[in-house]
């Protein structure tokens, strides 16, 4: 496959070839605008699909459900799932009453959930996921050597454990009569 130089000089090449009555700078100016225009065209193209992309948003709310152990829980489920176009992402945050920005955080997986005019909203996509990046590196550290503590800690008990002897000593036998 041509790189992206390789391709620009066939092209190149290419348009001398079919102008063969004009100049160098001439041919040289006719290609620069056709490449220019044809990436314009690809960017206006790209922005509209863009724009036209579609983004999930769920409404979410406690639910009530019955476990195993016949008992009743709530717990917040996605019980609305609205698709919005990428243009009319503004429109929809004020109509729920949200900031524009925090409503691309969760739909971007920079937030969990916003909540407007009392309704809680979350990212309505089922295969998205929330990663909460927050931690610094002072917390990962304290993380880590609390880890380690552990660690060194489930070592000693198994070397404690070790110590103790896995089997019950014999027990001595002994005769017994009752002429002794």
Same mark, same amino acid.
């Given at each position: 496959?041509?790189?992206?130089?390789?391709?620009?000089?066939?092209?190149?090449?290419?348009?001398?070839?079919?102008?063969?009555?004009? #100049?160098?700078?001439?041919?040289?100016?006719?290609?620069?605008? @056709?490449?220019? $225009?044809?990436?314009?065209? &690809? =960017?206006? %193209?790209?922005?509209?699909?863009?724009?036209?992309?579609?983004?999930?948003?769920?409404?979410?709310?406690?639910?009530?459900?019955?476990?195993?152990?016949?008992?009743?829980?709530?717990?917040?489920?996605?019980?609305?799932?609205?698709?919005?176009?990428?243009? #009319?992402?503004?429109?929809?945050?004020?109509?729920?009453?949200? @900031?524009?920005? $925090?409503?691309?955080?969760? &739909? =971007?997986? %920079?937030?969990?959930?916003?909540?407007?005019?009392?309704?809680?909203?979350?990212?309505?996509?089922?295969?998205?996921?929330?990663?909460?990046?927050?931690?610094?590196?002072?917390?990962?550290?304290?993380?880590?050597?609390?880890?380690?503590?552990?660690?060194?800690?489930?070592?000693?008990?198994?070397?404690?454990?070790?110590?103790?002897?896995?089997?019950?000593?014999?027990?001595?036998?002994?005769?017994?009569?009752?002429?002794?």
């Amino acid at each position: 496959m041509n790189t992206s130089t390789e391709q620009a000089i066939e092209s190149l090449i290419a348009a001398f070839d079919a102008h063969p009555d004009q #100049d160098a700078a001439t041919v040289l100016t006719n290609w620069r605008d @056709e490449r220019d $225009a044809r990436r314009l065209a &690809l =960017e206006a %193209r790209q922005k509209a699909m863009a724009q036209d992309a579609l983004y999930t948003i769920g409404r979410v709310e406690l639910v009530e459900f019955r476990t195993a152990g016949d008992t009743i829980q709530r717990s917040p489920r996605v019980v609305e799932r609205i698709r919005v176009r990428y243009a #009319d992402i503004p429109a929809f945050a004020a109509k729920i009453g949200v @900031e524009y920005k $925090a409503l691309m955080d969760v &739909l =971007e997986g %920079r937030a969990m959930q916003v909540v407007g005019r009392g309704r809680v909203w979350r990212n309505g996509n089922p295969n998205a996921s929330y990663v909460d990046t927050r931690h610094t590196a002072a917390s990962h550290r304290a993380m880590v050597q609390r880890e380690t503590a552990i660690s060194e800690q489930r070592a000693q008990r198994q070397a404690q454990l070790d110590k103790i002897p896995t089997s019950f000593p014999e027990p001595k036998v002994q005769d017994w009569s009752p002429s002794k």
